[in-house]
């Protein structure tokens, strides 16, 4: 392909890149034949054949989405001999035609043909190119034949294997290792020449390829900075641009081809840190939309952050949302760890404001009937339970992310009190409302299953078709098994439902009503001082061996009973290994989120949250291993876990702690007492769980005052975030993997070869060494210590899960035998020791994958 071909691909692609549809009109027909040579990675092309019945037909389903797709529409005729027949298409496509604005859309060949070689020839041989071509004497077939031998420069192309002004600035920029031909050769004035008339480069010396490059790297930079700027600050007006608009372009797509080039990344941070110090771009007071489409500079990065922080913290807008996210997935998040963090937290910060919003309004004009406000909390695309989601996901970020200065954070912590308070004052408004509506409805929701009805409806229903698993996981909220849900790979489908916890919500009365019998007649009991528990027929269950006893007894077949840390245990314990093999029914326990989280550790207990989801993630793999074919999931309550109440939310209890059967922060057990407008109070006897106590519960987010105790934890109440508990079924689905994991050669590439910060990116690159086509692919990638896991996944480049810890590493859409590169981050959440290893893990099998060993860490933050 030549110069004006090559062009010509480059200039589709970026109207591709920056609009993805593309309508191209051809009315003279001159690139008919290119067009069978035209190669576009991830795209299609239409082409219009004498009918656009044919035509339409063809695109419209590529339509159907909610973003256009990536496509190159093709019609060797003007636009306007199609008599609007593709109306609809030039609404919403970039339409490349002779003539059109801006010139970067104009495929006048002409046009074209003086761009392309005016590099390779000269200006002054390039204008008279133009001339021939207007005059219909050179074709596109005929340009092809014009290069190097045209004006190009034999000695330039000899050491660059190009002439290409473009090739050979990037193939320059990258480092030294032409510079000692270029100087045996005298050609850096030639070279320099080149640069001026391709980039408008006066450079400062001919002489100095050091000198040289950095003049070239600034004149790039300089210029692709300041023409992404909504306005150019004072500062910075001196700075000229070229006067060329080609010239101008050339710039900037050099630098930005320099930059997503992965081989050239070093060169490129290197030069973009100079060149930000050399215009001293740190002092520049740059406003929000004045930088929000430049990704040049890390300083200027770093300021659209903050900039953004703040403007998010004062008003809610979609579209720095959406920045927000771009900024996530781009380059200097990707380079910089720490930023990528940071900008993930503003993501979430963002969601959670705009989560918030959305429930507010909907709220308003929801009717006040509990099954309704139910299915809106977990139901659909969209439930409110994201509400939570978000919260759970913020807190955690913020408590894992290293501040450093506080002054660089001041905007951020602004940011994510505003995100805290929303979230109180919806949460609030949210738990009131479902509290009234459950109590107008006298606490009955038809239609939705009890949990006391889960063993009996669904566990023992499931065991005599097939081996089952019954896992209950202590403070397993609703909207924590909805992620793990939807995180679930290919082959351990699930399925999830929404049931009514059993009041009050506590460890006590909710594990025992998970258990068999509990579907019967049931009773809320005192079970010694300050405490309450279930009593089914004449047995009353108030800690985990009476109630592991209990169902033991009347499971009905064997049953193995363990817990959560045992089963994942490597390697497993022979004994356990034959209980789970030779049993019917497999009890799994898990009581960390609970017991941290009660402990008032708040940064632990926030980490078990998504320690366990993943854990989980993991056990649904290890018990399909010892031949579970139905996995049931399900807990015991949900929680609140946000900031520590004020005291106008603290709220007297209707009797004393000392009279009081049993009082929690957000419920009460008891007889008698006083009513207050700040609780609901009403008779366990309405639940028919009681004839002689009575339960008070806070209408919203408040706690009753109790000594001792969590400060921000708590769960008890009837807010749907306490009530609502998940009914989590999986069923592993038979399928075997195309690609064997030996079969997959692995590349691992560190960011730095020392860990100094409280973050660390390392991106992963895979190839089948064989003829076997890749399959997506579940990964963990860990830092190791001591034999210890001391991090978690803060972000990816794409296929992040959340929840589970894991990343889902595609194949390469251009070669199905590669993995499409993946830089992931990850968060330490341990003290390491003077090294480190860093391990992929395949997350089916727990089988090393690949792994860097004797990482030097050497962290202040410790």
């Not at 071909?5 to 009315?27: C, N």
């Not at 005052?705 to 975030?721: D, E, I, N, T």
Request: charged share 25%.
């Amino acid at each position: 392909m030549g110069h004006v071909a090559s062009h010509l691909q480059r200039l589709i692609a970026r109207q591709l890149d920056e609009s993805r549809l593309v309508l191209w009109f051809d009315p003279e027909g001159h690139y008919t034949e290119f067009l069978s040579t035209l190669q576009l990675a991830n795209t299609p092309i239409m082409r219009y054949d004498g009918s656009f019945l044919a035509l339409r037909h063809a695109i419209d389903p590529l339509l159907a989405g909610d973003a256009p797709p990536r496509l190159l529409v093709y019609v060797p005729l003007a636009e306007e001999a199609t008599e609007n027949a593709l109306v609809e298409l030039t609404a919403i496509a970039a339409v490349l035609k002779p003539g059109q604005s801006p010139v970067q859309r104009n495929t006048k060949l002409a046009l074209v043909a003086r761009h392309a070689l005016r590099d390779v020839i000269g200006a002054d041989k390039a204008a008279e190119l133009e001339r021939q071509v207007e005059a219909g004497r050179l074709s596109l077939a005929d340009l092809e034949l014009i290069g190097e031998a045209d004006g190009g420069s034999a000695v330039i192309k000899s050491i660059f294997a190009t002439s290409v002004a473009s090739d050979v600035a990037l193939a320059f920029l990258s480092g030294e290792r032409f510079d000692r031909q270029l100087a045996a050769r005298n050609a850096l004035d030639e070279l320099a020449q080149l640069f001026a008339r391709a980039f408008a480069l006066t450079a400062p010396s001919a002489s100095d390829p050091v000198a040289l490059r950095a003049a070239l790297a600034q004149q790039a930079l300089t210029v692709e900075f300041l023409a992404g700027l909504d306005r150019v600050p004072p500062e910075l007006v001196t700075i000229p641009l070229p006067a060329d608009p080609d010239q101008l372009q050339a710039c900037v797509d050099l630098a930005r081809t320099w930059r997503m080039r992965r081989d050239l990344q070093g060169s490129y941070i290197a030069h973009a840190e100079r060149v930000e110090q050399t215009l001293d771009l740190a002092r520049v007071a740059f406003s929000l939309d004045e930088i929000r489409a430049t990704e040049t500079f890390v300083c200027v990065e770093a300021t659209l952050q903050a900039a953004v922080e703040q403007a998010l913290r004062d008003h809610l807008d979609p579209e720095l949302l959406i920045l927000a996210q771009e900024r996530l997935r781009g380059f200097w998040a990707e380079q910089r760890p720490a930023l990528g963090a940071r900008w993930a937290l503003v993501v979430t910060a963002g969601l959670l404001l705009a989560e918030a919003a959305r429930i507010e309004r909907e709220l308003k004009g929801a009717p006040s009937v509990a099954a309704q406000l139910l299915r809106r909390y977990t139901g659909g695309e969209q439930p409110w339970c994201l509400l939570d989601t978000h919260q759970r996901n913020l807190e955690r970020r913020w408590h894992t992310f290293e501040l450093g200065n506080l002054t660089a954070y001041q905007t951020l912590e602004g940011l994510v009190t505003r995100a805290r308070q929303r979230f109180m004052d919806v949460g609030d408004a949210l738990a009131s409302a479902f509290v009234r509506a459950l109590a107008d409805a006298r606490f009955a929701i038809p239609d939705v299953p009890r949990q006391r009805d889960i063993f009996a409806s669904v566990v023992r229903r499931a065991m005599q078709a097939e081996k089952t698993a019954y896992v209950l996981v202590d403070a397993l909220r609703y909207e924590m098994a909805r992620e793990l849900c939807l995180g679930l790979d290919k082959d351990y489908p699930g399925t999830i439902e929404p049931a009514i916890g059993t009041v009050p919500g506590i460890t006590e009365i909710g594990m025992a009503a998970l258990m068999p019998g509990a579907e019967g007649q049931v009773a809320v009991v005192p079970a010694g001082p300050g405490k309450v528990g279930l009593q089914i027929g004449e047995t009353l269950l108030h800690d985990r061996e009476s109630r592991m006893r209990w169902l033991g007894a009347q499971a009905g077949a064997p049953v193995a009973i363990t817990t959560l840390e045992a089963v994942l245990e490597k390697p497993r314990k022979a004994d356990l290994q034959r209980q789970l093999d030779e049993a019917t029914l497999v009890v799994v326990t898990s009581q960390e989120i609970d017991k941290l989280a009660e402990g008032d550790n708040i940064r632990l207990a926030r980490k078990a949250m998504d320690d366990t989801l993943a854990d989980l993630s993991q056990l649904i793999r290890r018990l399909t291993e010892v031949g579970c074919k139905t996995i049931v999931i399900t807990a015991d309550h949900g929680y609140l876990f946000g900031d520590a109440l004020d005291s106008d939310m603290k709220i007297d209890p209707p009797t004393s702690q000392r009279a009081a059967v049993d009082l929690h922060r957000r419920v009460w057990i008891g007889r008698g007492g006083a009513a207050d407008e700040g609780y609901l109070r009403t008779s366990l006897a309405q639940f028919g769980l009681s004839n002689d106590l009575d339960i008070a519960v806070p209408w919203g987010f408040g706690a009753f005052k109790v000594s001792g105790g969590a400060r921000a934890y708590f769960h008890g109440g009837m807010s749907p975030q306490e009530l609502i508990t998940p009914i989590l079924v999986a069923r592993p689905a038979v399928t075997g993997q195309a690609t064997p994991l030996s079969a997959i050669s692995w590349e691992l590439t560190t960011g730095s070869r020392k860990i100094t910060t409280l973050f660390f990116s390392m991106q992963i690159k895979g190839r089948s060494a064989g003829l076997f086509a890749l399959d997506p692919l579940r990964v963990r990638v860990e830092i190791h210590s001591r034999g210890e896991v001391i991090s978690e996944l803060a972000a990816a480049t794409y296929g992040l899960v959340d929840g589970a810890g894991e990343v889902e590493l595609l194949p390469s859409a251009e070669d199905p035998q590669r993995i499409e590169p993946n830089t992931v981050t990850l968060s330490l959440t341990g003290k390491p020791g003077k090294t480190v290893s860093v391990h992929l893990v395949d997350a089916a099998t727990g089988r090393e994958l690949g792994r860097i060993d004797k990482l030097e860490a050497a962290i202040l933050a410790f």
